[in-house]
């Protein structure tokens, strides 16, 4: 967490950054100040604004936590039902198809106050609430879908889909959800645990194809590619559909400039891409004239 003599005077970009590149990522709230930064009244308040966003949600997890019955012993299997029943059966956390439509599916904060919310942020209330409480709980992002993992994830263990209200999975199961979201076969690869940065990536992820299918909302698009380039580890490319959505946008000296600083990245290991992206370049200055 920050400490409160920082928290209140950086901007969300900055202590994004920040935690996102500390030793041991906070999950929670890396996904809340995604959540700060979604929101424009947030941001008009700058730190303030965020503090109590991010204050309130914390609250909230702790509150959920709170009322799971102490009992640190439990199976994989104990704990993963006693998740369910709290979460998915008192609280009714679940998705349903129509949470694909709305970007505050996404937002951490609103999946805690609308009780709904895609795999993954649901998955992340999982994960908080069984953290908290002692579990042996990490995220599983399986391809198209993200469900938790309760146990040993090399020995004993139990999944199971917060999207359906904690629902636990067979080995059958699980097979048929890749298949039926991914049209993928298994592999042991997909059962590794997910790590705070590979999930918030795969977060921001969802919010750029949201906005991208919906021309309104490049601005959306433009600050999730932009929080997710403050990530450690991040696709190169998204340093070219940046600059692509700059020049969308109307900064064309911006985006071409974007354009130019990503072809000499990639040059030598793909001068054909380089060449087209310069060209584009040269395209967006010309828009000046």
Known sequence: MDSPENAGADSVRERFARAAR??????????????????????????????????????????LTGLLPYAPS?????????????????HGFHGTPADYRRLESSLLSEVLRRRRGLPILLSVVWMEVARRAGAPVYGVALPGHFVVGFGDPR???????????GLPLTGQDVELLVAGTAGAPLSEAMFQPAGPVEIVLRVLNNIRAWAAARPEHTDVQLWAVELSLLLPHHPARLRYERARLLVERGDFVGGAREMEAYADMVAAMEPNAAVAVRREARAARSRLN
């Open 74 to 90: 439990r199976t994989p299997a104990q704990w993963a039902h006693a998740l369910a029943e709290l979460l998915g059966g008192r």
């Open 22 to 63: 500390a030793e041991r990522p906070d999950l929670a709230l890396l996904c809340l100040l995604v959540g700060a930064e979604a929101d424009p009244a947030v941001r008009a308040e700058g730190g303030k604004g965020a503090d109590a966003l991010v204050d309130a949600a914390q609250i909230e997890l702790d509150r």
């Open 155 to 165: 020995g004993e263990h139990v999944l199971a889909d917060p999207f359906a209200g």
